[in-house]
């Protein structure tokens, strides 16, 4: 009985010792909860979604081992009812080509004085209808369309950019990293776009009178693009846009291993988030273009400038609503790492 006694109260003491760090732990995790509350919400601008980044998660089983990209597979087409959104213009240079919330993509065009830039491109079932026909719907010319921006290596992001690749002239453009990401993914060929134009940090594309920014934030995907806009028109007005891209961290997907962990690509991701954050601020990004419907109810913000008095103020504008989001996945990040070091 003796040869028991000692190692139990060895782990009794042990406990004793770890048990104040977890609770240490456990109320930081509640700290940076309450900031992100504090952020996610202002009249207009409803970012209750994104706060759903802090939900404590649950008991997870053991991580398996990365599995093989499986045999490639082309993912059935929804019913277009379920994905098609009517059109819209959001300033007098940008336009909503994007679809619903069933598959969350937003699709952006920047109209300039040389041409169009597609911020991503949806499903390739998607393209011809929400992209090339709203486009017309405008009396715009999307063999105009110079540059495709894909923002992650994701199917209803890139595959899109495969039909304008085969059907227009315009670059198609990921980082490096993305790239890699879509060649070794279990997508068929004909989905993934040739590869073109590789995008650096900080690299600038400008087309006519616009300039993008581009940043390789990594954490959604290992080359994740982020930008900052400029100018967005609004008849003399003239405004910044951020467009941070992915909602959450990634650690694999579509048979393609990001990150070697979960906690590497959420410590990836937070300082991603921070990064962002801080270059958005400094460039005075006072819209925020989202990635995903979701994020913000953008189709809301899309339904209000509808009922838009002349001159009243604009659904998509707000500086505090680019510090905000960013705000709110920071601190559910932080949150998501205090709650694993709680355990």
Not at 21 to 27: E, F, G, L, R, V
Not at 153 to 169: I, V
Not at 218 to 225: R, V
């Amino acid at each position: 009985m003796k040869g028991f006694w000692v190692p139990a109260f060895c782990c009794l003491l042990l406990l004793a010792a770890l048990a104040p760090k977890a609770n240490a732990q456990a109320a930081n995790a509640q700290a940076h909860v309450a900031v992100a509350k504090a952020a996610a919400y202002e009249p207009g601008q409803d970012l209750t979604n994104l706060f759903g980044m802090c939900a404590e998660p649950g008991p997870r089983a053991a991580a398996p081992a990365p599995a093989a990209a499986a045999a490639p597979a082309r993912p059935k087409p929804l019913p277009r009812d379920q994905w098609y959104t009517e059109p819209a213009k959001v300033f007098d240079n940008v336009y909503y080509v994007g679809a619903t919330r069933v598959t969350d993509v937003t699709i952006w065009a920047i109209t300039t004085s040389e041409g169009i830039i597609l911020i991503d491109a949806g499903w390739d079932y998607q393209t011809e209808d929400l992209v090339v026909n709203g486009l017309k719907k405008f009396n715009l010319d999307p063999q105009q369309i110079k540059y495709v921006l894909v923002t992650t290596a994701k199917p209803q992001n890139f595959s899109g950019a495969r039909y304008l690749q085969d059907h227009t002239k315009a670059r198609i453009a990921l980082s490096e990293a993305d790239w890699n990401v879509i060649e070794k993914s279990n997508f068929p060929a004909d989905m993934k776009p040739k590869r073109d134009m590789v995008v650096t940090d900080g690299q600038k594309v400008t087309l006519g009178d616009v300039t993008v920014t581009l940043y390789v934030t990594p954490g959604n995907s290992p080359g994740t693009l982020s930008m900052i806009i400029s100018p967005l028109k609004d008849g003399n007005q003239k405004h910044v846009a951020s467009h941070f891209a992915g909602r959450g961290f990634v650690v694999a997907q579509d048979g393609v291993q990001y990150f070697p962990t979960e906690l590497d690509a959420m410590k990836i991701w937070t300082e991603q988030i921070k990064r962002f954050k801080d270059i958005a601020e400094k460039a005075g990004a006072d819209v925020f273009l989202s990635p995903r419907v979701s994020i913000d109810n953008t189709l809301d913000k899309l339904h209000a400038l509808q009922f838009r008095k002349p001159g009243g103020p604009h659904p998509l504008v707000s500086k505090a609503a680019v510090s905000r989001g960013q705000t709110v996945l920071y601190e559910c990040m932080q949150a998501q790492l205090a709650y694993r070091a709680a355990k």
